[in-house]
C-alpha cells in the first residue's frame, strides 16, 4: 500500500512538471533549455530587460521637503517601437514633523501592457502572446530636512527609500519580485527675483545617491548602483516647470546603467487642486518616451 502511494505521488510530481514543459514549450526551444536551470536564472534583473515601472529611476529631489499632506494620481503612457503599456500611478505624501520630516508612498496599482515577440525573446519573458496585466511594487519613502533656508549654503535634504517585493507578473518581465532599497541626499537653491516679474525664482538642484536591489544571480545576489540627478526649475505665482537628467549606474553592466531626461509643467488650479504633465525620454538602458498627466490634491485644515 506504501508502495502504491509512493508512486502515485512521483507519478503527479512528475507528470506536473511535465505539463509546465510542455505549456512553455516554445520558452525552452526558443532559449536552448539546458535541461537544469531553472528558468528564473535566464531573466535578467536590470531596467533594460524589464517593463518601464520595474526599476524606474527614483523621483529627483530638490533638496526641500514638502510640507503638505497630499495625494496625487496619475494615468502613465509609456510607448517604444516594439512595446507599449498604460498604467495607474499613486502617491501619498504624510507630512511627521513640520518642515522636518514627511512620509511618502508610491504605487503603480495596475498597468496594461503589450509588446511584440521581439521583446518577448530578449527578455525571456515567458508570456507568449506578450500581454496582459499587472500590479506594481510599493515604495516607502522618508524624507530628513538636514539644512533649510540657511543665508550661505543650500537646502539639504535626506531620503530613505524602500522597494517592497509585491509587484507581480515575474514571469512576463514586468516587474522583478526582488526587494530593494536606496538613499539619497539632495541639494537646492533658489535665486529670486523682482516680484512683479514673470519669473518669480528659478531653483537649482543635484541629488547623489546609493541604488541597491536583490537579483537572481548565485555570484552576485545584489547589484549596487550609483543615483544621480540635477534639475533647474522655473517658477512663476501659480505654476512651474522643470527640467532634469538624471539615472543610476549599476555595478553589473547588465542594462542597469539608465539614464533619463525629464521636463515637468504643474500649476495650481484652486487652493486645494493642482494638475501637472510630465514627459521622460530615456537616453541609456531605458528605451521609453513616457508621459504623466496627474491630478494632485492638497488637504488643507
Known amino acids: 500500500m506504501m508502495k502504491t502511494k509512493l508512486f502515485v505521488f512521483f507519478f503527479l510530481i512528475i507528470s506536473s512538471f511535465t505539463q509546465a514543459q510542455n505549456e512553455h514549450w516554445w520558452w525552452y526551444e526558443i532559449h536552448q533549455h539546458d535541461g537544469v ?14 517593463g518601464p515601472n520595474a526599476f524606474p529611476i527614483p523621483e529627483i529631489q530638490n533638496g526641500k521637503l514638502s510640507e503638505q499632506l497630499s495625494f496625487e494620481t496619475a494615468l502613465e503612457l509609456h510607448l517604444n517601437t516594439h512595446e507599449q503599456t498604460e498604467n495607474i500611478y499613486t502617491k501619498l505624501s504624510i507630512p511627521l514633523i513640520k518642515n522636518k520630516v514627511a512620509l511618502f508612498l508610491n504605487l503603480v496599482p ?14 525571456f519573458s515567458r508570456n507568449y502572446e506578450g500581454k496582459g496585466f499587472a500590479s506594481g511594487d510599493l515604495y516607502i519613502g522618508t524624507q530628513i530636512q538636514l539644512i533649510e533656508n540657511h543665508a550661505k549654503w ?13 509587484g507581480n507578473d515575474f514571469e512576463s518581465a514586468r516587474f522583478a519580485d526582488s526587494p530593494g532599497y536606496f538613499f539619497d541626499l539632495s541639494a537646492g537653491k533658489s ?24 537579483t537572481n544571480f548565485s555570484d552576485h545576489m545584489q547589484d549596487d548602483a550609483l543615483l544621480y540627478g540635477a534639475g533647474l526649475q522655473f517658477n512663476t505665482k501659480h505654476s512651474s516647470w522643470a527640467n532634469e537628467l538624471g ?55
Do not use: C
Request: proline share 3%; hydrophobic share 40%; aromatic share 20%.
Open 37 to 50: 536551470t531553472p528558468w528564473q536564472r535566464y531573466l535578467v534583473m536590470s531596467p533594460a530587460f524589464f
Open 110 to 123: 495596475m498597468e496594461h501592457y503589450s509588446y511584440d515577440t521581439l521583446i518577448r525573446d530578449q527578455r
Open 154 to 166: 543650500p537646502d539639504l535634504l535626506l531620503g530613505i527609500n524602500l522597494r517592497t517585493a509585491s
Open 191 to 214: 535665486i529670486l527675483f523682482n516680484e512683479e516679474g514673470f519669473i518669480k525664482s528659478i531653483r537649482w538642484y543635484a541629488v547623489l545617491g546609493f541604488y541597491v536591489w536583490q
Open 247 to 301: 539615472g543610476f549606474y549599476g555595478y553589473l553592466g547588465n542594462g542597469d546603467r539608465p539614464t533619463v531626461f525629464r521636463s515637468r509643467f504643474k500649476t495650481r488650479l484652486t487652493e486645494k487642486l493642482q494638475i501637472s504633465s510630465q514627459f521622460e525620454h530615456g537616453l541609456v538602458d531605458y528605451n521609453f518616451r513616457s508621459f504623466r498627466i496627474s491630478l494632485i490634491y492638497i488637504f488643507k485644515s
